[in-house]
């Protein structure tokens, strides 16, 4: 299968491209954009090595992804509109992980992200560590900032010795949820402003992945280890959980997940069964393709779909 990311949105001001669409693309070693009326391309960012987890900023305006151009990963910020990024992340000699997996806040005035450490203990072994950083900064972009002080977090937070599974900022700025790397994987939230304060979520299923809604109120997983796969819904208010079992995606699995912005509807991207919308108010499901797909995405407005066919075209709906 290909390795396409699609990362897009739609803005109303006309300072910025309409439809706009970020890909690592060429073995996730190049970041692109796409203007799509205009069909235009232009190259952001070439590594010789791999590029993930590229980020919308909600104001449309950077991007922020992890970078392996050095013998570790570093999280780097991308300003589309003047050709220009910068690594974030600081020099630190007892980090030998790398730093990845940024998500930005609501507001885009912070960024968490995890770094990998080593660090010799009181009986001479070497330790590791996983530890989230919230790193405030109003102005990334600034070239004048010394590279030294611009880079130096303001807050740590949990530290784990398994790692880190996605780390993703609530909607409504009140939580961060991450994926802890234990078998199963667990997912904990944790306030911005508490990071050092973790609470594990008690699930009936156990997640593949995970993703916020919309409103910043439920957290949406996959369950794959039966063969028919289960959609869960947690309520982080009330710690209300549902379940729908998903008959017509069963034996299928890496199912992927996108919530729309405007709408009780998920897409859903199976490796084997195409692509779907699923009405999890109402619990009805219709089949948009049938069709490989390895990468499927609502607009930032909810209005169109744009989905990659294995092997084949990029398709907007």
């Avoid at 919308?56 to 589309?80: C, E, K, M, Q």
Wanted: net charge negative; charged share 20%.
């Amino acid at each position: 299968m290909s390795s396409w990311l699609l990362l897009w949105r739609v803005d109303e001001d006309d300072l910025y491209p309409q439809r706009v669409v970020i890909i690592p693309a060429t073995q996730n070693r190049a970041l692109y954009q796409i203007d799509i009326p205009e069909r235009r391309q232009r190259l952001l960012a070439a590594n010789a090595s791999t590029i993930s987890g590229p980020q919308w900023s909600s104001n449309g305006r950077y991007i922020v992804y992890t970078s392996f151009s050095s013998p570790l990963a570093d999280v780097y910020l991308a300003l589309p509109q003047r050709h220009y990024t910068r690594r974030i992340t600081a020099d630190v000699a007892s980090r030998v992980y790398g730093c990845e997996q940024p998500s930005w806040a609501p507001d885009d005035r912070a960024i968490a992200y995890a770094c990998g450490f080593s660090f010799v203990d009181l009986t001479g072994s070497y330790q590791h560590h996983y530890t989230l950083i919230i790193q405030d900064q109003p102005n990334w972009w600034r070239k004048d900032i010394q590279h030294t002080t611009f880079l130096r977090p303001q807050r740590t937070g949990l530290t784990t010795t398994v790692g880190f599974d996605g780390i993703l900022w609530s909607p409504r700025g009140d939580w961060i949820a991450v994926g802890i790397r234990h078998h199963p994987l667990q997912i904990w939230l944790l306030r911005p402003n508490e990071p050092n304060t973790f609470y594990p979520l008690t699930l009936e299923g156990i997640p593949n992945q995970f993703i916020w809604s919309s409103d910043g109120k439920t957290i949406f997983y996959i369950d794959e280890t039966t063969p028919t796969p289960t959609l869960h819904r947690y309520d982080v208010d009330t710690n209300q959980q549902k379940s729908w079992a998903l008959e017509w995606l069963r034996g299928s699995s890496f199912i992927m997940l996108d919530e729309s912005p405007v709408q009780d509807q998920l897409l859903l991207a199976a490796n084997v069964r195409g692509l779907y919308v699923f009405e999890w108010d109402t619990a009805r499901y219709y089949q948009l393709s049938d069709e490989i797909i390895t990468e499927a995405q609502w607009s930032s407005d909810g209005r169109y779909i744009l989905y990659h066919v294995d092997g084949g075209p990029l398709r907007l709906m």
